[in-house]
């Protein structure tokens, strides 16, 4: 059966936390996850530390530093145990996902400068932060109690129960086989466009559309559901991301 490759947006943005992931002089960046509303998270933005021990509170401004140190934060998807949920409907078709499928995660990133604060020279864009070469997806409902503990106790959405409860009718989990991993450097999928409106959007660069293809002529990923690249794309989408750094 032919393989399946699907880019998702993920992580903190202008819309939701207010801020970008930080993108370092070097390439690497922190991955940082939305806020989590509920308040039911052991993760906060203070005790999340980044890849250089700083904590992730440190990238909000200075007025709003001490605040969101007690953040809580909806850290998905996870890398530890690599697991991805969500019960909203524009990511259902996530649960089509079959073993040896790829999901691919980007990001929007801004540059954050040797002075500790962001180079306001810089726009945001949005990058490729990880992927998970999938080994189970579908619904909560469809999985085994035991399953669920075992392979997806980690994730936001089952690990803590007020959630679950609430969402497992709708709630999509994905799950990653060997050879998933968050990279080590960011790398740009995205380049300025237009609305209709002539406001700024971003969408697939050129040069990154002929890795993952135009998705139908629907370039813009700037806030976009799943989306799914097509069959004559797969090969050179598997064969870009498993050789990246």
């Not at 409907?89 to 604060?117: M, T």
């Not at 962001?118 to 909560?140: I, K, N, S, T």
């Not at 559309?209 to 990923?221: L, R």
Request: charged share 25%; proline share 6%; hydrophobic share 35%.
């Amino acid at each position: 059966m032919t393989q399946q490759v699907v880019l998702l947006r993920v992580g903190i943005d202008s819309g939701c936390g207010g801020i970008q992931g930080p993108l370092f002089k070097d390439g690497s960046f922190d991955f940082v996850c939305i806020p989590d509303n509920k308040g039911v998270s052991v993760h906060t933005y203070g005790n999340m530390v980044g890849r250089d021990g700083r904590p992730h509170a440190d990238y909000f401004a200075e007025s709003r530093k001490k605040v969101m140190a007690d953040q809580h934060v909806h850290v998905d998807p996870e890398w530890e145990t690599y697991t991805y949920g969500d019960p909203t409907p524009p990511k259902r078709s996530l649960r089509n996902l079959r073993p040896g499928d790829f999901l691919v995660f980007y990001c929007g990133l801004q540059k954050w400068d040797a002075d500790g604060g962001w180079d306001q020279d810089h726009r945001p864009a949005l990058y490729l932060a990880g992927y998970f070469e999938v080994a189970l997806a579908g619904l909560a409902g469809d999985f085994d109690k035991n399953v669920l503990k075992a392979d997806f106790g980690m994730n936001f959405h089952v690990r803590y129960r007020t959630v679950f409860e609430k969402q497992k009718e709708d709630l999509v989990l994905v799950k990653d086989g060997p050879g998933s991993r968050l990279f080590k450097k960011a790398h740009q999928i995205s380049t300025e466009g237009k609305d209709r409106a002539g406001k700024p959007l971003k969408v697939l660069s050129p040069t990154i559309q002929k890795v993952f293809g135009s998705f139908g002529g629907h370039i813009s990923i700037q806030r976009s559901p799943p989306r799914w690249v097509e069959p004559a794309f797969v090969d050179e989408a598997i064969r870009f991301v498993t050789g990246l750094e």
